[in-house]
C-alpha cells in the first residue's frame, strides 16, 4: 500500500478539538448508510467515523482468521483503504457492514493462499447451543470473581488452540457466525458461497470443533 494513502486515512481519523468533537458526535447518531453520503458529499471528518466504527471489530475478524495481530492490523488498513478509494461504487441499498467486511474477507483469504503453512485462527466464543443464540458470548465479565475469570480464561485459550485445527476453509465461516454474530445470509453475501454451502461448512466446523475440544477439557 502506497505510504501516501496510508497518510491520507491517518489523516481523516486524527482526533480533533471543540468544534470537531461536537461534529463527531453528530456523526454518531448517523446510520452507516448517512455517514457514507456525507462522506460522498464532501464531509471531511465522516470517513473517520466510518473508521472508528469497524477498525476494532475488523481487526478481532482478521486477526481471528490469519492469526497475526500485526498482519491483521495491515491488512484492516488496506481495507479502509479500499474502501475510500471506492466508496463511490458502494451501493447504499445494501448494509455498509457486510461490504466492508468483504472486502476484509477477501483480503484474509489472499493473506491465507500465500502462505505456505495453515495459519492460525484465534476464535473467543463457545457456545452451549450453536444455534439458539445469533449473539456472540462474551469471555470477560466483571461480576465474575477472580477465580472464577481464571478458568474462564483458561477455556478461552483451549478454544483458541482448539480452532487452530479446523480447515481453512471452515474458519471464515465459523469466526463470522460465533464471533461476529453474522447471519447465514450476511455471511454468504461476505464469502460470496451460497447459503447452502454455508450452512454446511459452518456444521462441519462445529462438529469438528466439538471433537476436538472435548479432550482438552475432560
Not at 497518510?7 to 482526533?15: N, Q
Not at 445494501?94 to 467486511?101: L, M
Not at 500465500?114 to 495459519?119: A, E, F, G, L, T
Not at 474462564?152 to 471464515?172: N, Y
Request: charged letters at 35%; glycine letters at 4%.
Amino acid at each position: 500500500m502506497a505510504r501516501g494513502r496510508k497518510k491520507e486515512i491517518a489523516e481523516v481519523v486524527r482526533p480533533g478539538t471543540g468544534e470537531a468533537r461536537k461534529h463527531r458526535r453528530k456523526l454518531q447518531d448517523l446510520t452507516d448508510s448517512q455517514v457514507v453520503q456525507a462522506s460522498l458529499d464532501g464531509d471531511s471528518r465522516a470517513f473517520g467515523d466510518l473508521v472508528r466504527r469497524y477498525d476494532g471489530r475488523l481487526l478481532n475478524f482478521v486477526y481471528r482468521t490469519i492469526g497475526d495481530r500485526e498482519r491483521g492490523q495491515d491488512l484492516v488498513q488496506e481495507t479502509f483503504v479500499r474502501v475510500y478509494r471506492h466508496l463511490h461504487r458502494f451501493d447504499q441499498s445494501k448494509k455498509f457492514s457486510t461490504w466492508i467486511y468483504t472486502i476484509a474477507s477477501n483480503l484474509a483469504k489472499n493473506e491465507l493462499r500465500n502462505r505456505s503453512r495453515n495459519p492460525l485462527v484465534l476464535f473467543q466464543t463457545i457456545m452451549k447451543n450453536w444455534d439458539a443464540d445469533h449473539r456472540p458470548l462474551e469471555w470477560e465479565d466483571t461480576q465474575y470473581k477472580p477465580d472464577d475469570l481464571f478458568r474462564k480464561r483458561h477455556l478461552r485459550s483451549k478454544v483458541e488452540e482448539a480452532v487452530k485445527q479446523l480447515p481453512e476453509h471452515h474458519r471464515i465461516v465459523f469466526v463470522l457466525r460465533e464471533m461476529e454474530g453474522k447471519t447465514y445470509e450476511e455471511i454468504a453475501e461476505i464469502t460470496s458461497c451460497n447459503l447452502g454451502t454455508v450452512k454446511s461448512r459452518l456444521n462441519r466446523a462445529r462438529n469438528n470443533f466439538a471433537q476436538i475440544i472435548a479432550p482438552m477439557i475432560d
